[in-house]
């Protein structure tokens, strides 16, 4: 078998790896396997929280495969293999009460999880049910939020006004320097995390844990929030309906997720894909 150009394959869902009806190809799917089978490692890199990104991984197989989940925008690490936590940075919940009033603030939607549900004090708002479908969750409402969530969480949202997103970013950043890592993961979505959680860090501890280093990966995405991982890997390949931002940060650009991008380009690095 010749040697492989990467060992591990990180994967962005929304706007990359699934198309725009949310869904994969079996084309696209049928790639991946194949490069599975190679024995390229693939982790689904994801600003979903574990459970929207489960249903994803097992339609590709990925505990059979000896894939990865990485949720949450690096905050969480899984082998689905083995079913199990391999690295995880949360938040304090005493930060939430701050987090609140900065949303109240900036006329913003706060959204939190646990296992199953997208927690809030806004349940009619748009943004809460596309999301909650998109990661195949339920929405619960909470009047008080700081007082409902008690436990440690991966990641919070900030959603609403693209303007009145921006606004609160600028301010969010300078009040929570030091405490928490504050980002854009689209225009309308303001993310909290442990101080330096990001895909790219993540990423670092899966190499670490396969004892690989970043010239092994090989990244695709779309969104603000995998630009770290597109600079940091060996190899970044942006979607063509990728942000400007995102396609500037990247090695390479392919065909656009409903295009089955991620196929074109892995047939393109991996011959024995064709």
């Known amino acids: 078998m010749p040697e492989l150009p990467y060992r ?11 198309n725009s009806q949310k869904m994969i190809t079996p084309f696209t799917r049928d ?9 390229v490692k693939i982790v689904l890199a994801s600003g979903r929280p574990v459970p929207g990104v489960v249903p994803v991984a097992k339609k590709l197989r990925l505990e059979d ?23 995880e940075a949360t938040m304090p919940p005493s930060l939430l009460p701050r ?14 999880y646990d296992e199953h549900s997208l927690i809030t004090d806004r349940p009619d708002d748009p943004i809460v049910a596309y999301e909650a479908q998109n990661d195949s969750m339920s929405i619960r409402y909470a009047r008080d939020l700081p007082a409902a969530v008690t436990w440690a969480s991966p990641k919070i949202m900030l959603v609403g006004r693209e303007d009145k997103v921006e606004a609160c970013r600028r301010s969010a950043e300078a009040a929570f320097a030091g405490e928490l890592h504050v980002f854009l993961s689209d225009k309308c979505f303001l993310e909290f995390t442990a101080p330096g959680v990001s895909k790219e860090t993540g990423l670092m501890q899966l190499l670490h844990h396969l004892h690989l280093g970043p010239e092994a990966l090989l990244a695709f995405g779309d969104g603000l929030n995998d ?4 600079q940091f890997a060996g ?40």
């Open 8 to 18: 591990v394959l990180a994967l962005d869902l929304d706007g990359t790896l699934t």
């Open 31 to 39: 790639v991946v396997t194949r490069a599975a089978h190679l024995g």
């Open 65 to 87: 495969l000896d894939g990865y989940i990485l949720a949450a925008n690096g905050a969480q690490l899984l082998s689905c293999r083995e079913n199990r936590v391999l690295y």
């Open 99 to 112: 987090m609140k009033a900065m949303a109240d603030a900036y006329d913003l939607t706060m959204i939190c």
């Open 227 to 230: 630009i770290p991982m597109l």
């Open 235 to 274: 190899m970044g390949v942006a979607m063509e309906n990728a942000w400007p931002e995102v396609r500037q940060a990247a090695d390479r650009i392919t065909l656009s997720n409903d295009q089955d991008g991620v196929a074109v380009a892995l047939q393109e690095l991996f011959p024995t894909l064709r």
